[in-house]
């Protein structure tokens, strides 16, 4: 089960890790599921990638919605290993945060532009109320007498 409305194409997952090893070269970064959630929550996050093979899901199933709440850009990525090894890791990662984008800026709005829209809904149209119809009248039942 994807936590993402979206996927991302191969080659904007590859823009995503090419984003923050840039980032961690000449910005800032911040590596891990708890890391991560402090920038979200402190609204410093510029973009947030979370690895879709983590187990169990519960670790970072609560990012997306709150990048979502924060207005932070989320995106799925592949890979923890792939993820971890942008991130200058030589361990695998649930999530990583690019914090100050550095020479990343460019990559990353490549990447916003990519994210097809589905976050943004269609106006919806007003509900018309109801009209409120009687119930339909039941026919008295006529009582039957018992035979003798």
Known sequence: MSLFKFQLEKENTEKVYEAIEIARKTGKIKKGSNEVTKEVERGTAKLVAIAEDINPQE???????LCEEKDILCVPVPSKEDLG?????????????????????????????????TSEEKPKEEAKPEEKKEAPKEKPVKEEKPKK
Do not use: D, F, Y
């Open 59 to 65: 670790i970072i199933m609560h990012l997306p919605v």
């Open 85 to 117: 090894a942008s991130a200058g890791l030589q361990l695998s990662t649930a999530a990583v945060a690019i914090t100050v984008e550095g020479e990343a800026k460019k990559t990353i709005e490549e990447i916003k532009n990519a994210i097809p829209e």
